[in-house]
T-cell receptor, first 114, second 113 residues
Framework: EPEVTQTPSHQVTQMGQEVILRCVPI?????FYWYRQILGQKVEFLVS????????KSEIFDDQFSVERPDGSNFTLKIRSTKLEDSAMYFC????????????FGDGTRLSIL | GQQVMQIPQYQHVQEGEDFTTYCNSS?????IQWYKQRPGGHPVFLIQ?????EVKKQKRLTFQFGEAKKNSSLHITATQTTDVGTYFC?????????????FGTGTRLTIIP
């Protein structure tokens, strides 16, 4: 069964450094998402992406965050200047259509900011 | 903004007992999805409910969507150790064009063998 893959599985970064989290969505999916989950808490929506542009973003997704689909397969999340509170598990998800369709999640990248 | 709450936050049951988690949204939902997250894992889609009052079953799991489309429940009959994990509901606001999936606070289920 096709899967969403994320790399790296764990990223340790100094505060203030830039970090890029990578995702390869399922190949025939058109909608892409990033979520984060602080340890022991709920999954929080960050951003949705369709047709090479952001379609919706949450209040968490401020100017320090950006997303990109640099080629036909990768979908990246960049945090420009990391803060301690950015430490979390970041999940990428993809879906065929946004409405009334399940989202398929990757295994996540655990981001630790020192 | 939209809030989705779940109760209870934690549930410990003896293997074989039933389990129910309740999900309540502050706004009317266009649809609701349920996900299961095993410890250390990622959310895995279980089911989607769309219609008011809809009930769906998957083996020992029964999902219900409220008449007002603001609440939902998941009931597991005769729990097994494989049911361990956190169960999240996730809903979309009924406003047209809103793609954001708001996850509930989750219910962590542990099974006592």
């Amino acid at each position: 069964e096709p899967e969403v893959t994320q790399t790296p599985s764990h990223q340790v970064t100094q505060m203030g450094q830039e970090v890029i989290l990578r995702c390869v969505p399922i190949s025939n999916h058109l909608y892409f998402y990033w979520y984060r989950q602080i340890l022991g808490q709920k999954v929080e929506f960050l951003v949705s992406f369709y047709n090479n542009e952001i379609s919706e973003k949450s209040e968490i997704f401020d100017d320090q965050f950006s997303v990109e689909r640099p080629d036909g397969s990768n979908f990246t999340l960049k945090i420009r200047s990391t803060k301690l509170e950015d430490s979390a598990m970041y999940f990428c998800a993809s879906g065929v259509r946004y409405s009334n369709q399940p989202q398929h999640f990757g295994d996540g990248t655990r981001l630790s900011i020192l | 903004g939209q809030q989705v709450m779940q109760i209870p936050q934690y549930q410990h049951v003896q293997e074989g007992e039933d389990f129910t988690t309740y999900c309540n949204s502050s706004t009317t939902l266009s649809n609701i999805q349920w996900y299961k997250q095993r410890p250390g894992g990622h959310p895995v889609f279980l089911i989607q409910l769309v219609k008011s009052g809809e009930v769906k079953k998957q083996k020992r799991l029964t999902f219900q969507f409220g008449e007002a489309k603001k609440n939902s429940s998941l009931h597991i009959t005769a729990t097994q150790t494989t049911d361990v994990g956190t169960y999240f509901c996730a809903g979309r606001d009924s406003n047209f064009g809103n793609e954001k999936l708001t996850f509930g606070t989750g219910t962590r289920l542990t099974i006592i063998p």
